[in-house]
């Protein structure tokens, strides 16, 4: 079955230790992105990949890493976690980002960070 | 900078009447507009785009570029339709696959 799959779905962790939510898509595309979701203000891009070994910055990056090393993963890495970075995390891929290849989203991480 | 706009966090409609979900953005370049859905339990999934001009579910939605507006909407809502919708813009030029969403609408269709 096609699909984006992240893990982990929920992640409760301390401020400042490290981790890294992982993405996965088996679709063969070359266009990955992450987004958080937080109320009232609606989703946000935090880094956009467009092919391997080429990232971008969304509009909220600060605080976050990525790399795509391999078409099919694109893991986004908090080196720092605050609790201002608790929300809820969507990973999404794309064949080339076209009118003809819609974005597909992955089932969502909750992160919260005490 | 590139900002999409949607002004209404909540509306609420009955069923059978007109629905409009107002999205005006802010963008100097010539625009890629979409509308995307999540309905309860599932996932954010591609309700509408701009360049097609396509009706969806019953779904319509005009860009404007003199308003600079992409409103979405349907003649008869359904109970169905409750759910929240995203507009967002995809930036051109170098920026090509920067995707700014509005901040969501929620929709709720009463019967």
Same mark, same amino acid.
Request: glycine share 10%.
């Given at each position: 079955e096609a699909q984006v799959t992240q893990n982990p779905r929920y992640l409760i962790t301390v401020t400042g230790k490290k981790l890294t939510v992982t993405c996965s898509q !088996?679709? !063969? $595309?070359e266009y990955m992105s992450w987004y958080r979701q937080d109320p009232g203000l609606g989703l946000r891009q935090i880094y956009y990949s467009m092919n391997v070994e080429v990232t971008d910055k969304g509009d909220v990056p600060e605080g976050y890493k990525v790399s795509? +090393?391999? +078409?099919r993963n694109f893991p986004l890495i908090l080196e720092s976690p605050s609790p201002n970075q608790t929300s809820l995390y969507f990973c999404a891929s794309s064949g080339v980002l076209s009118y003809n290849s819609p974005l597909h989203f992955g089932n969502g991480t909750r992160l919260t960070v005490t | 900078a590139q900002r999409v706009t949607q002004p209404e966090k909540l509306l609420s409609v009955f069923k059978g009447a007109p629905v409009e979900l107002k999205c005006n953005y802010s963008y100097s370049g010539s625009p890629e507009l979409f509308w995307y859905v999540q309905y309860s339990r599932q996932r954010l999934q591609l309700?509408?785009? $701009?360049?097609?001009?396509e009706s969806i579910k019953g779904f319509t939605a005009d860009l404007n570029k003199g308003e600079t507006s992409f409103h979405l909407k349907k003649p008869f809502a359904q109970e169905e339709d409750s759910a929240m919708y995203y507009c967002a813009l995809n930036a051109g030029?170098?920026?090509?696959?920067k995707l700014t969403f509005g901040q969501g609408t929620i929709l709720t269709v009463h019967p």
């Open positions: !088996n679709m !063969n $595309h795509r +090393k391999e +078409k | 309700l509408l785009r $701009h360049i097609s001009r030029g170098t920026s090509y696959g």
